[in-house]
């Protein structure tokens, strides 16, 4: 089993940054791929960002250019820095870890508010 613990939301002005932390313990061993989701009032969880075991990067496209995923193996930590938030990247933001035995492990989700 795997536990994650995500820290880091909060309010933010339009055009400020965040930076989210999830943070793995139990059987780590196993895990991959890291993931960053995010869910909308009224909207369907959709992915912001991932990176792979290997380091490779890929972002949704409405966050290119201004969010960067980064993991700290020896962490077991997986953290999303987040630039020129804007009113539409208000959602509950979600990590995912895929385990090599094809579990799914998710965080319990933080806050991200963008408001003026």
């Known amino acids: 089993q795997v536990q994650l613990v995500e820290s880091g939301g909060g309010l933010v002005q339009p055009g400020g940054s965040l930076r989210l932390s999830c943070a793995a313990s139990g059987s780590t061993s196993s895990i991959y791929t890291m993931h960053w989701y995010r869910q909308a009032p009224g909207k369907q969880r959709g992915l912001v960002a991932f990176v792979t075991s290997g380091g490779t990067t890929n972002y949704a496209d409405s966050v290119k250019g201004r969010f960067t995923i980064s993991r700290d193996n020896a962490k077991n930590t997986v953290y999303l820095q987040m630039n020129n938030l804007r009113t539409d990247d208000t959602a509950v933001y979600y990590c995912?870890?895929?385990?090599?035995?094809?579990?799914?492990?998710w965080g319990q989700g933080t806050q991200v508010t963008v408001s003026s």
């Open positions: 995912a870890f895929y385990s090599s035995d094809g579990s799914t492990y």
